[in-house]
């Protein structure tokens, strides 16, 4: 059974950092392209940040480019989102994904596996 467990979401002032933790098992992590996705109310889902499989290749949306940062660790199964000088418009709900064809794509439909999520607010 795959699961994504998503954690360090919260409050935080604009300007402030945190780092969002996704726990990944039932699967082989290594050979997975790992996504993070946000959704704020009334607006679609959309990728913020994606990493390969080795970590070598990484997409960040240009709103939070500068600004975040994805990563992963495959010996902890974990991939996370570094985000820093966090803005009020960063205000959503972020969700860990994962699809099991190879390659970074852009559509929350081709993702397989998600989170539950966990809310970030950003206030001003």
């Known amino acids: 059974q795959v699961q994504l467990v998503e954690s360090g979401g919260g409050l935080v002032q604009a300007g402030g950092s945190l780092r969002l933790s996704c726990a990944a098992s039932g699967l082989t992590f290594s050979s997975l392209t790992m996504g993070w996705f946000r959704q704020a109310p009334g607006k679609e889902r959309f990728l913020v940040a994606a990493?390969?499989?080795?970590?070598?290749?990484?997409f960040h949306a240009d709103s939070v480019k500068g600004r975040f940062t994805i990563s992963r660790d495959n010996a902890k199964n974990t991939v996370f989102l570094q985000m820093n000088s966090l803005e009020p418009e960063d205000t959503a709900v972020y969700y860990c994904?994962?699809?099991?064809?190879?390659?970074?794509?852009?559509?929350?439909?081709?993702?397989?596996?998600w989170g539950q999520g966990t809310q970030v607010t950003v206030s001003s």
């Open positions: 994904a994962t699809r099991r064809d190879y390659g970074i794509v852009y559509n929350s439909r081709l993702y397989d596996y």
């Open positions: 990493i390969s499989r080795s970590g070598g290749n990484t």
